[in-house]
């Protein structure tokens, strides 16, 4: 049972454009929700994250956006920069902070130069 | 410089061998994690530990083995029970309040 579904497997978006990433969960329970970032054979890097008490949460170039009632989340890179190349995984867990998150699948994210 | 380190890399193993991969952090963090990756799917959680001395199962902790007998150290051994151990694997730490750092991951092969 997918708990966390990131629907797109692969997205690809000119370079200076907003890219969004989507993720969908069916646990209602989860209340703290994480974008990680991952370059091939490396460990996934922290992006940013939002708890269910927000609807938006901003860094820098980086936004995410939470709809509790649809139970959806998304990520906007404006704008994106060739170096934003690389798989997205949303997270969720059902405490602020640490311990037992669950993740997407992941969605590859290439810039056109 | 404060990190995790995964060691080795790039690892195989033979049929029925036992194997332990390494994770090491110097961040002073109380909560490690160990997670699997396969082409095409999430991380998925393995087992974790919150304190020194303890640890939990995660969602896939079959043929899969664990300690923590020191903080900065959360080795796991992929025992010759797991029937598909060819993945990439993840060690994670924490501190409350703040996100899940990664190390770079290991890479296990069957030969």
């Known amino acids: 049972d997918q708990q966390v579904k990131q629907n797109s497997p692969s997205l690809s978006v000119q370079e200076g454009r907003i890219s969004i990433?989507?993720?969908?969960y069916t646990n209602s329970m989860f209340d703290y929700f994480l974008w990680y970032k991952k370059y091939p054979?490396?460990?996934?890097?922290?992006l940013i994250s939002i708890s269910s008490i927000k609807d938006k949460n901003e860094d820098g170039r980086f936004t995410v956006f939470l709809n509790k009632s649809a139970?959806?989340?998304?990520?906007?890179?404006?704008?994106?920069?060739?170096g934003d190349s690389?798989?997205?995984?949303?997270?969720?867990?059902?405490?602020?902070?640490?311990?037992?998150?669950?993740?997407?699948?992941?969605t590859r994210l290439t810039i056109i130069p | 410089d404060g990190g995790i380190t995964q060691s080795?890399?790039?690892l195989f193993r033979k049929e029925g061998q036992n194997v332990t991969l390494s994770c090491e952090q110097n961040l002073n963090h109380d909560a490690m994690y160990w997670y699997r990756q396969d082409p095409g799917q999430g991380l998925r959680l393995i087992y974790?530990?919150?304190?020194?001395?303890?640890?939990?199962?995660g969602d896939i902790a079959?043929?899969?083995?664990?300690?923590?007998e020191k903080k900065e150290?959360?080795?796991?051994?992929?025992?010759s029970a797991q029937k598909n151990p060819t993945a990439f694997y993840l060690c994670a730490s924490s501190i409350r309040l703040e996100a899940q750092h990664f190390g770079d991951g290991t890479r296990l092969s069957i030969l």
Do not use: M, W
């Not at chain 1, 990433?21 to 969908?24: A, G, I, T, V, Y």
């Not at chain 1, 054979?41 to 922290?46: K, Q, S, Y």
């Not at chain 1, 139970?71 to 060739?82: E, G, W």
């Open chain 2, 73 to 79: 150290s959360f080795p796991l051994t992929v025992t």
């Open chain 1, 21 to 24: 990433l989507n993720c969908d």
């Open chain 2, 8 to 10: 080795p890399k790039y």
């Open chain 1, 71 to 82: 139970k959806h989340l998304s990520l906007h890179i404006v704008p994106s920069q060739p």
């Open chain 2, 48 to 57: 974790y530990s919150q304190i020194v001395n303890d640890f939990q199962k």
């Open chain 1, 41 to 46: 054979a490396e460990g996934p890097t922290f």
């Open chain 2, 62 to 68: 079959e043929g899969y083995s664990v300690s923590r």
């Open chain 1, 86 to 106: 690389a798989v997205y995984f949303c997270a969720a867990n059902k405490g602020f902070g640490n311990e037992k998150l669950t993740f997407g699948t992941g």
